[in-house]
């Protein structure tokens, strides 16, 4: 199990980095040397202090599960209600086409289209035990590139059909090609010129 995070331990280690005296960094900062001297006696500080001055040596802070793999933040462009407010970070959040079967979908014309759905506690829970817990809540880009995907899996799986659809491969005597398909050919697809009509 790794010790409790240190912050004034990290203050000192970013001035060894950054080659700053304790004066040298309190300027930086536009702090006061006496500030800078009780952050490294364990007084606390701001994330984002703290963040300034690890940067200021070429170090940044992140944050690890217990396997020390890295977390990320939550996206800045989680799908967001109509209102424009991020949905409850415990509940699941679907795309907007995803409509969940307790809810009765009725147009409104006051009203613009849901752009998200939440599921309550209950309803959540019921579908994790089958489907799992996402990760995180979906995405704007995300989103637009999933319906990317699936028109482009839509306009493949016509090529394809069409492909099957397509008309056997035309099985002509050479001789067909000048004026009509000879009585003798299989296929029998060249028009006959001569009259205007398909043989």
């Known amino acids: 199990m790794n010790p409790a995070f240190d912050a004034s331990a990290h203050v ?35 994330v984002n202090r703290l963040v300034t001055i690890l940067a200021l040596a070429g170090l940044r802070l992140c944050v690890v599960d217990g396997s020390g793999r890295q977390v990320d933040p939550t996206p800045s462009d989680v799908v967001r209600d109509n209102a424009g407010r991020r949905f409850p970070s415990h509940l699941d959040v679907d795309p907007p086409e995803r409509v969940p079967a307790e809810r009765v979908l009725m147009p409104r014309r006051d009203r613009p289209d849901p752009r998200g759905w939440y599921r309550l506690r209950d309803k959540r829970d019921a579908r994790r035990l089958s489907e799992g817990a996402p990760t995180d809540h979906p995405t704007v880009s995300g989103e637009l590139s999933r319906r990317l995907d699936e028109v482009r899996r839509q306009r493949l799986r016509a090529r394809a059909r069409a492909r099957e659809e397509a008309l056997p491969e035309c099985e002509c005597l050479d001789g067909c090609f000048e004026l009509a398909c000879l009585p003798g050919c299989s296929c029998q697809c060249e028009p006959d010129r001569s009259s205007g009509r398909v043989s």
């Open 12 to 46: 000192t280690r970013a001035r060894r980095r950054a080659d700053l005296s304790q004066r040298e960094l309190a300027a930086r900062l536009g702090v006061s040397q006496s500030v800078v001297n009780r952050w490294e006696g364990g007084s606390p500080m701001s």
